[in-house]
Each structure stands twice: as C-alpha cells, then as structure tokens.
C-alpha cells in the first residue's frame, strides 16, 4: 500500500468505529474492572514509549471513549504526565514510566 492509501484506510477504519460508537453497532462490556483496565493502559504505555491515546485504552481494554478519557484523565494527574495535542486534535499523554503503575494503583 502506498502511503495515501494507508492514511485513507486508518481514516476510513476510524470512522467505522466511531460510527458504530455512535449508533450502538458496537458495544463495550460495562463490567470492566479498575484492575483490567489499568493493566491494559500499561501494557499500551509500555509498548508505545510512554504515549497513549483515549482512543487506544477503548480498543484494548473494550471501554466507551468517555471511560478511557475520565480514565486516563485521573491516571495523569496522579502520575503527573504531560497531556498534549497533536495538529489534528488528537489528545495524548505522554508518561514517563509504565513502571509508574504499580501495586499500589492497581488495588484502586
């Protein structure tokens, strides 16, 4: 694939998704434990050197978008991470250490 192509397929993917968001199409488990969704959310800091997305934690660890922002809204205050925006809006933060989320976060 060239690299136009590659940009229209991730665009045209993410608005699937957020479609399906939108009118229900696709749903999220509600049960989704403090735990589950902690140890995802390091695993994508972990993977990603630091950096994660609201959008990545509701894929990986199957929460609404509005979860994983109240989500890793919280994660940053308490571990004191910068929280940016790219030039397309994106929102991201940015964490010095996944080994920051430890025992102690995980008993939430």
Request: aromatic share 10%; hydrophobic share 40%.
């Given at each position: 694939?060239?690299e136009?192509?590659?940009?229209?397929?991730?665009?045209?993917?993410?608005g699937?998704?957020?479609?399906?968001l939108?009118f229900?199409v696709i749903?999220?488990?509600?049960?989704?434990?403090?735990k589950?969704?902690?140890?995802?959310?390091?695993?994508?800091?972990?993977?990603?050197n630091?950096?994660?997305?609201?959008t990545?934690?509701?894929?990986?660890?199957?929460?609404?978008?509005?979860?994983?922002?109240?989500?890793?809204?919280?994660?940053?205050?308490?571990l004191?991470?910068?929280v940016e925006?790219?030039?397309?809006?994106?929102?991201y933060?940015?964490?010095?250490?996944?080994?920051?989320?430890?025992?102690k976060l995980?008993?939430?």
């Amino acid at each position: 694939m060239t690299e136009t192509s590659d940009v229209f397929f991730q665009g045209w993917l993410l608005g699937v998704l957020v479609t399906g968001l939108i009118f229900g199409v696709i749903s999220y488990p509600s049960g989704t434990s403090y735990k589950t969704i902690l140890r995802e959310a390091r695993y994508l800091i972990e993977q990603n050197n630091g950096i994660i997305t609201p959008t990545d934690l509701t894929l990986r660890a199957e929460i609404s978008p509005g979860k994983a922002k109240k989500f890793l809204k919280k994660l940053a205050r308490e571990l004191d991470a910068e929280v940016e925006v790219n030039e397309e809006g994106l929102i991201y933060y940015k964490f010095t250490s996944a080994k920051m989320i430890n025992s102690k976060l995980l008993k939430g």
